[in-house]
């Protein structure tokens, strides 16, 4: 399935957000739409980066009931769309639904993979926000297995929970990995964080990059930046 950098468009509109891959040439970079975007946005916003010729990862992290689940991914999976996501603690009965929702008639679907525990999430707060009382790496490490026993794609983790996630669930299990950050950048609003080089490394099958490119004064260079390193 290989490998690649996806620019995390976190912008809160459709002008925003082609004024900034303009910068981009005849580049057309993978690039992931979040809540914000596609709330303000809708589907047409989808249709219209798959008309330029980008791949869309559709972050909207679905959690609900297995047959609400189901439903969603059934709208979704007419977008064109080439990876979305939903939240593992929403169990694997819901990630089941989720999988038999995407699938088209004619077979194909998008990539599925689920949301382990947010990047900005850290031990601290999963334990006494959340009351999950285990080991940050032993709970991502869980809700992969759980993730792969539904027959999704891979997971959303931290670059630092990557290896752990290939060891147990396999190597063609993907780990696509947000907090990724060049080393002179601030973390922001990130809890577990690396660099494209490290993230390459620890075994990052796509890394999501979002300030780093999107705030840097040439993007085309940061991205450029990240592709070599991570690449």
């Known amino acids: 399935m290989g490998k690649d950098v996806i620019i995390a468009c976190d912008f809160s ?3 925003e957000t082609m004024a900034f891959l303009e910068k981009f040439g ?3 970079p993978y690039v992931k739409i ?16 798959k008309e330029r010729g980008h791949k869309v990862f559709l972050d909207l992290k679905l959690h609900d009931i297995p047959n609400t689940v189901k439903k969603a991914m059934r ?4 977008m064109d769309i080439d990876m979305c996501n939903v939240h593992a603690g929403g169990t694997i009965a819901m990630m089941e639904a989720a999988l038999e929702g995407l699938r088209r ?24 926000d959340l009351l999950i009382e285990e080991d940050m790496e032993k709970v991502v490490g869980h809700y992969a297995y759980n993730t792969k026993l539904a027959g999704l794609d891979g ?3 931290s670059p630092l929970e990557a290896e752990k996630v290939h060891g147990i669930c396999g190597d063609d299990f993907l780990t696509v990995t947000p907090g990724v950050r ?9 809890s577990r964080v690396t660099t494209p080089a490290k993230a390459k490394e620890l075994g990052s099958d796509y890394i999501v990059v979002g300030r780093s490119i999107t705030g840097a004064p040439d993007p085309l260079a940061a991205y450029e930046r990240c592709v070599s390193e991570f690449l």
């Open 155 to 157: 997971v959303v983790c």
């Open 105 to 128: 008639e004619d077979g194909t679907r998008p990539l599925l993979i689920a949301v382990t525990q947010l990047t900005s999430t850290s031990q601290e707060q999963m334990e006494d």
């Open 182 to 190: 060049f080393a002179d950048d601030a973390k922001g609003d990130q």
């Open 26 to 28: 005849q580049r057309r």
């Open 13 to 15: 509109s459709k002008k």
């Open 75 to 78: 709208v979704l999976s007419g």
């Open 34 to 49: 979040g809540m914000e975007l596609y709330y303000a946005e809708g589907p047409a916003i989808v249709r219209e980066l």
